[in-house]
């Protein structure tokens, strides 16, 4: 029988290191816009090759807070958001746990 997930609490973040951006957090968000998702199809050979494949759609999600650090501006971070692949829970998609 399964049981219901009850979030986890908040886990501190790091970084090991810096890139060309300091560290920082972004605060947890719930937003919609147009964005991809990525999966990882075995095609069949005797080696186990994989092939990414993307679909793409838009609903409102959520994003937990992050703190990281990166090599390129702030601008083109948020800029370039929906062009990022996303993980979230399609039956709560603006209900991460955690």
Same mark, same amino acid.
């Given at each position: 029988?399964?049981? !219901?997930?009850? @979030? =986890? =609490?908040?886990?501190?973040?790091?970084?090991?290191?810096?890139?060309?951006? !300091?560290?920082?957090? %972004? !605060?947890?968000?719930? #937003?919609?816009?147009? #964005?991809? %998702?990525?999966? #990882?199809? %075995?095609?069949?050979?005797?080696?186990?090759?994989?092939? /990414?494949?993307? *679909?793409?759609?838009?609903h409102e999600h959520d994003h937990s807070a992050l703190t990281h650090s990166h090599? *390129?501006?702030?601008?083109?971070?948020?800029?370039?958001?929906?062009?990022?692949?996303?993980? /979230?829970? /399609? =039956? #709560? !998609?603006?209900?991460? @746990?955690?």
């Amino acid at each position: 029988m399964e049981q !219901p997930v009850q @979030p =986890a =609490a908040e886990i501190p973040q790091t970084t090991e290191g810096e890139g060309k951006e !300091p560290t920082h957090t %972004h !605060p947890a968000i719930v #937003h919609s816009h147009d #964005h991809y %998702h990525v999966t #990882h199809h %075995h095609t069949g050979g005797l080696l186990g090759e994989f092939e /990414h494949r993307t *679909y793409w759609h838009t609903h409102e999600h959520d994003h937990s807070a992050l703190t990281h650090s990166h090599d *390129y501006t702030h601008e083109d971070e948020d800029e370039h958001h929906a062009k990022e692949a996303h993980v /979230h829970d /399609h =039956a #709560h !998609p603006s209900q991460s @746990p955690g």
